[in-house]
């Protein structure tokens, strides 16, 4: 299951390029790149989404011990949208900059996406908390509520930056980089001596 | 065997996205968005799919011991198809809106091609009943027996499919979809309390 | 290196369905899908192609103890062969039935990729022979001196098919899936009762 | 981490190829593949690239017993531009013949990229020399220092590399061939009877 869902994760994160394209022009090359700086900020943002998405999933199999049918649902219901991520990215990076109406249903689908991902968390979580014996041994079952609780906001965070981005895109946008830095550099930029969870980080 | 099997499952079913693309088009950005249900549609269903094999696929190798040639032969087959899928899902996605005979040409190909991957597990399942020394120790050989039955009634309820679909796609694709999630919802929903299988599913 | 070798002719052969498309045409689907009959044969090729160089990378690296300069060399050549394969694939499908010189150079440009992956199995074996050492405890030395032979022929084998291609595509390609078929059969279609390898493969 | 890491580059080694394109032409197949140089030298450039970056990636994290923050964003920023590579190879490959100030800009995008690839193994190394219980017991301290000073003299060259390539293409991509297979090559053809680390990579 995992070997499998990371290999779907690595393979979605190499795919963003392949939207990359230049258009057919007849400007200076320099000017038609730069030009494709909305493609650039949403590969940026969906290999950061995708790196999240698989730093939570190694978090969560770290500490589960068993896996059970909503577990098994949840967890392909990451792959489906993960998979899926390549098209809304290139959506939103080719609608972004027309402006208006469509800027912001192009905001909306992605983060709708974003949001849908996140609801599989909350299922997760939800069923390891009603049988805490999924857990492996040292993890006391208030984990679970925890980060239930967690995935819950997170959830609802995506859906009301979805809502939000229908109506002003940039604004969705901003807030949604700042949560993602906010969430992934703590996570990061701490060391961690604690030498049996970076060993295990390390093979 | 097994560790390319998962990565050809893994890309295959990452790459069913790659097909779905809006189309040249003036309309407002939410319609093009709307018109491509096809596509979804069929991207859920191939994912469905493809799922589904991975999952037969482990509980196949999970009680075999050895393998011989048929089941080689065999396991190609299956990943030629699995590889392959991507571009029936397509061709149902970009033809199901056709209506008439193209739109029953779509779905005949569709499932006729889950149909020959159906067929391959029976050719599996055969060798492992003409040899029950290929079982791991602890399944009757019994098992093959039951195991090619139903293999059989899959690839025969697939074809079958497939030729309702040639005259009446919707008819099909309805009985197709309800077949998945009548043999893949009990297979997840039920929790797994038998901790060896589990600790094994969850490595 | 196994697996990053794994991992590539994986994707490589997984990729070679995205450029199966149906022609821009208001044919009846059934006549487009049949009139692909060119991309059908050349994907059961090249699937077939990846499938016996993997069983022959697989068969490689059991016999192999120790990797040294030139079988790396080697076998990232053998990578940048598989990894090139789709290109040489859908030029020969799509200009196959150009008939005429088209048709010869398409063909002969695939079997020149063919035979350069050939190539590389003479050096790598090459490379065993004169340092027999590679091996793992149980193979003698003799091993590398048969295997060297055979690569040899096999390259030499995939020059002459490429020549003959060059005008006569379609000898080269009959003869092509002959040997193909005739390589692979017997490798497969034989039951292996030796428990201790198909124990391995099993894994 | 690993394991990701391996995925991401065998996908973006792998992806190179769906960007050779032949053009639509009513020229004599032979002239349009000779036709497509710039694209093969693009292909086996980015080949080679992503190869070194392979090499050095293993023989890193071969040295590496803890992972910590900064060695995580420095790994992530890696897998970044090489899942990134296969756009400014497509670029270069398609405008190298242009020539003028359209091959410039192309080149130095290009290399723009390759620096900031080689500017996180600056990151990276740094922060073992930061922080040398991160090594391997048996790895000295003093290598963090050697190698940080490595990794800094490659993004060093590779950017002035970039900015050699805006203005004289032919002699950017020159000197980087010749670096490319002056690092690759040592490293390669030496015969290694070191048995330990041998026997580690043959697994």
Same mark, same amino acid.
């Given at each position: 299951?995992?070997?499998? *869902?990371?290999? &779907?994760?690595? /393979?979605?994160? +190499? %795919?963003?390029? /392949?939207?990359?394209?230049?258009?057919? *022009?007849?400007?200076? %090359?320099?000017?038609?790149?730069?030009?494709?700086?909305? *493609?650039?900020?949403?590969?940026?943002?969906?290999?950061?989404?995708?790196? &999240?998405?698989?730093?939570? @999933? @190694?978090?969560?199999?770290?500490?589960?011990?068993?896996?059970?049918?909503? %577990?098994?649902?949840?967890?392909?219901?990451?792959?489906?949208?993960? $998979?899926?991520?390549?098209? #809304? +990215?290139? &959506?939103?990076? @080719?609608?972004?900059?027309?402006?208006? !109406?469509?800027?912001?249903?192009?905001?909306?689908?992605?983060f709708l996406?974003a949001a849908v991902?996140a609801g599989?968390?909350?299922?997760?979580? *939800?069923?390891?908390?009603?049988?805490?014996? %999924?857990?492996? #041994?040292?993890?006391?079952?208030?984990?679970? !509520?925890?980060?239930?609780?967690?995935?819950?906001?997170g959830f609802v965070a995506l859906a009301a930056i979805a809502v939000?981005?229908?109506?002003?895109?940039?604004?969705?946008?901003?807030?949604?980089?700042?949560?993602? &830095?906010?969430? $992934?550099?703590?996570?990061?930029?701490?060391?961690? @001596?604690?030498?049996?969870?970076?060993?295990? $980080?390390?093979?």
């Amino acid at each position: 299951m995992e070997a499998f *869902s990371d290999g &779907v994760m690595a /393979i979605a994160i +190499t %795919l963003l390029v /392949i939207e990359i394209r230049l258009p057919e *022009s007849q400007d200076d %090359l320099l000017k038609q790149l730069l030009g494709l700086w909305p *493609s650039y900020l949403a590969y940026l943002g969906s290999f950061a989404t995708i790196g &999240v998405i698989w730093l939570t @999933h @190694h978090a969560f199999f770290a500490r589960i011990r068993q896996v059970n049918g909503p %577990l098994q649902v949840g967890n392909l219901l990451v792959l489906l949208c993960v $998979a899926f991520l390549p098209f #809304p +990215t290139t &959506v939103l990076a @080719h609608h972004l900059e027309d402006g208006g !109406r469509n800027a912001g249903v192009a905001t909306a689908f992605y983060f709708l996406t974003a949001a849908v991902q996140a609801g599989a968390w909350v299922v997760m979580w *939800s069923a390891v908390r009603r049988d805490p014996t %999924l857990l492996r #041994p040292g993890y006391p079952a208030t984990v679970a !509520r925890t980060e239930t609780r967690q995935a819950a906001i997170g959830f609802v965070a995506l859906a009301a930056i979805a809502v939000i981005g229908l109506f002003v895109p940039i604004a969705a946008l901003t807030f949604y980089l700042v949560a993602v &830095v906010g969430y $992934a550099l703590p996570a990061m930029a701490w060391p961690r @001596h604690t030498r049996s969870r970076a060993g295990r $980080a390390s093979d």
